[in-house]
C-alpha cells in the first residue's frame, strides 16, 4: 500500500511541474542532442562505430550507474557527438530538435549555450555555426512563437584568454540586438577549471561586458570557493555555472545573496561530476534558506540522462520542497534569463 500511495505522491509531482511554465537557462548544445539523431547520421554518412548497435552507441553518449562519478568520465560523453556537428545543416537540425525536445518537456524559455570553436573542424567559421543555431531555433519558433530562446557563447578554459577575446570580437554581429529573432546574448567559460583560473579570463569579461553582453561563469563545479570568490571578483558575473562549492562557505553565501548573483544548479550533473557525494547533501536547500538567486537547469539532459522536469521532481523528492517552493523556483528560474525585455516570455515575466 505504501508503495501504491508514494506512486500516487510521485504522479501527483510530475502532474504539477507539467503544470508550470519552465525555464531552463543551464544547457550545453553537446550535452543535448537526441542519441537517435546521432545516430541517424552516424548510419547515414559517417558509419562511425562499425559493430555497435544502438543501445551500445547510446552508451558513449549518457552517463549511466557503471561509471565513476569524476568530472573526466562525464566529460568523456562529448567526444563522439563532435564527429556530426562540424556541419552547417546538422547543428541547424540539432537545434531545432533541441527546441523541441525543451518545449515537449514543458520549458517556455531556454538558454542554449555553445562553444562555436570546437565545430569549426570541417571549415565553418563561428558565425556559420551560431547562424545555423540560430537558424533552428528560428525555425522552432515560427511553429511557437510563444518559445523564448538565447544563445550563450562559451569559451573553453583551457583554450585560454587571449582565445576568449578573438572569439567575443567574432560573435558580434551574431548578438541578439542584431538579428529579429535569436541571437546571442551571453558569454560564458567552462572546461577544466583547476588549471585555468578566473583571473586568465579578466580582460575577456572586460570586453564582453563593453560589447553589452550578459555574463556567467563555471566555477566552483570541481573547485573550491576560493575560486567563485575568484569568478565574482574578477569576471562580475551576473551568474555563476553550478557554484555547489559555495555550500562550504558561508560568507560567500552570504555574498551571492547580498549581490544578487544567480547560480545555476544543475542536481543530476553535480552528482555525476563528483561535485557532491550524494544529493541529499547537495547546498540547494541552504542556498534557497539564505536567500540566494537560483535557477535550476538541467546542464546536459542527453549525458546527464534527465530532463528538466525530472530535475524538479529530484528537487521536489530530495529535499521536500512544497508545491509553493517549487513555483517560487520555477518563476526565479526564469527571472535569471539574459533575454532582452522584449524578447522575454511569460515565464520571465513571473506568470
Ligand atoms: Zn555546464
Not at 556537428?85 to 525536445?101: C, G, K, W
Not at 562559451?154 to 548578438?175: D, S
Not at 541578439?176 to 535569436?182: K, L, Q
Not at 538567486?293 to 534527465?306: E, F, G, H, I, M
Request: proline letters at 4%; hydrophobic letters at 40%; charged letters at 25%.
Amino acid at each position: 500500500m505504501a508503495h501504491q500511495s508514494n506512486d500516487a505522491a510521485a504522479e501527483q509531482r510530475r502532474r504539477f511541474i507539467r503544470s508550470l511554465p519552465l525555464a531552463d537557462i543551464h544547457r550545453h548544445f553537446d550535452g543535448s542532442i537526441r542519441p537517435a539523431t546521432l545516430w541517424e547520421l552516424s548510419e547515414k554518412y559517417y558509419s562511425a562505430v562499425p559493430g555497435l548497435d544502438f543501445e551500445q552507441f547510446k552508451h558513449y553518449l549518457s552517463w549511466d550507474d557503471s561509471l565513476d562519478n569524476t568530472l573526466l568520465d562525464y566529460l568523456d560523453k562529448f567526444h563522439v557527438p563532435l564527429q556530426y556537428t562540424q556541419f552547417y545543416d546538422n547543428i541547424r537540425r540539432i537545434s531545432y530538435e533541441l527546441a523541441e525536445d525543451a518545449w515537449n518537456d514543458g520549458i517556455r524559455l531556454l538558454e542554449l549555450r555553445i562553444n562555436p570553436l570546437i565545430h569549426r573542424r570541417a571549415g565553418l567559421t563561428t558565425r556559420q555555426v551560431l547562424a545555423a543555431t540560430r537558424k533552428g531555433f528560428a525555425t522552432f519558433r515560427k511553429e511557437h512563437p510563444e518559445f523564448q530562446v538565447g544563445i550563450i557563447v562559451i569559451a573553453m578554459r583551457n583554450h585560454g584568454g587571449n582565445m576568449a577575446r578573438i572569439l567575443l570580437r567574432e560573435v558580434l554581429g551574431e548578438k541578439e540586438e542584431f538579428h529579429d529573432d535569436v541571437g546571442v546574448i551571453g558569454f560564458d567559460i567552462a572546461g577544466h577549471e583547476a588549471p585555468f583560473p578566473p583571473i586568465l579570463f579578466e580582460d575577456a569579461y572586460a570586453l564582453a561586458t563593453k560589447m553589452g553582453l550578459k555574463k556567467t561563469a563555471h566555477a566552483g563545479e570541481s573547485e573550491g570557493p576560493e575560486r567563485i570568490w575568484e569568478a565574482l571578483d574578477r569576471l562580475g558575473p551576473d551568474r555563476i555555472g553550478h557554484g555547489t562549492s559555495a555550500g562550504q562557505d558561508p560568507e560567500l553565501i552570504k555574498r551571492l545573496a547580498r549581490d544578487g548573483v544567480y547560480l545555476e544548479v544543475c542536481l543530476s550533473s553535480n552528482l555525476q561530476t563528483g561535485a557532491v557525494a550524494s544529493l541529499a547533501e547537495h547546498p540547494l536547500p541552504r542556498f534557497l534558506d539564505a536567500g540566494v538567486k537560483v535557477a535550476l537547469c538541467t546542464d546536459n539532459p542527453t549525458v546527464s540522462s534527465t530532463s528538466l522536469s525530472r530535475e524538479y521532481e529530484l528537487a521536489m523528492e530530495t529535499f521536500g520542497l512544497t508545491e509553493g517552493d517549487v513555483r517560487a523556483l520555477a518563476r526565479m528560474s526564469g527571472e535569471g534569463t539574459f533575454l532582452a525585455e522584449g524578447f522575454r516570455s511569460s515565464v520571465a515575466a513571473g506568470a
